[in-house]
């Protein structure tokens, strides 16, 4: 597999982590978690984030009213833009 001409597999592993990203159709984390650290998490894929990545990934996932929001209490469209705001925070 290659992307922009790059064999995946010679890829360093954070090279790989940034340009892939994978949303499952469900996820049920085994503990109580907010979307801010379900965020946080996606954010870890890459070192030297600017400050405020994660926030503003929240923002443009509409989440900036439900970011501490546990799991549990999400809606299934909150949970999939979550989920979304994960993979993306790290582009």
Do not use: N
């Not at 996606?42 to 929240?58: E, I, K, N, Q």
């Amino acid at each position: 597999i290659r992307i922009d001409g790059t064999d995946v597999a010679t890829m360093p592993a954070e090279r790989r982590a940034a340009l892939i990203g994978y949303m499952p159709q469900a996820f049920s984390p085994h503990w109580e978690i907010s979307a801010r650290m379900l965020v946080e998490m996606g954010a870890g894929r890459r070192r030297g984030l600017p400050a405020g990545t994660v926030t503003h990934a929240l923002v443009e996932a509409g989440l900036d009213g439900h970011a501490d929001r546990l799991w549990s209490t999400l809606s299934g469209g909150e949970k999939a833009r979550a989920l979304l705001a994960a993979v993306t925070v790290a582009d």
